[in-house]
């Protein structure tokens, strides 16, 4: 059984910082492309930032140069540096991840409870 906990969220003002991590725990043979989303009230969960197990990052648009994503593959834990904070950034953040529990065993996605950012004016 594999486990994505989210930690970091809360709230902050409009132009502040905050750090989001994402631990997984289980059963895990291997952890491939690791994923944040956001999903903001009344709206759909979009792609905040992922990151290849090579390290090779890629950003949604509106977060390209203000957010940094992370991983430390001794923890099985990644990260979201948010930086420049907008009340527009306001959503739920989830952590992703294609986990492999097992050699021979394909990779399955996984999703973490969320943690919620709020971003005040």
């Known amino acids: 059984q594999v486990q994505l906990v989210e930690s970091g969220g809360g709230l902050v003002q409009s132009g502040g910082s905050l750090r989001l991590s994402c631990a997984a725990s289980g059963t895990i043979f291997t952890i491939n492309t690791m994923a944040w989303y956001r999903q903001a009230p009344g709206k759909q969960r979009d792609l905040v930032a992922s990151i290849t197990n090579s390290g090779s990052a890629n950003y949604g648009e509106s977060v390209e140069g203000r957010f940094t994503i992370s991983r430390d593959n001794a923890k099985n834990t990644w990260y979201l540096q948010m930086n420049s904070l907008k009340p527009e950034d306001t959503a739920v953040y989830y952590c992703?991840?294609?986990?492999?529990?097992?050699?021979?065993?394909?990779?399955?996605?996984?999703w973490g409870q969320g943690t919620q950012v709020t971003v005040s004016s």
């Open positions: 992703n991840a294609n986990i492999r529990t097992h050699v021979l065993r394909n990779q399955r996605n996984y």
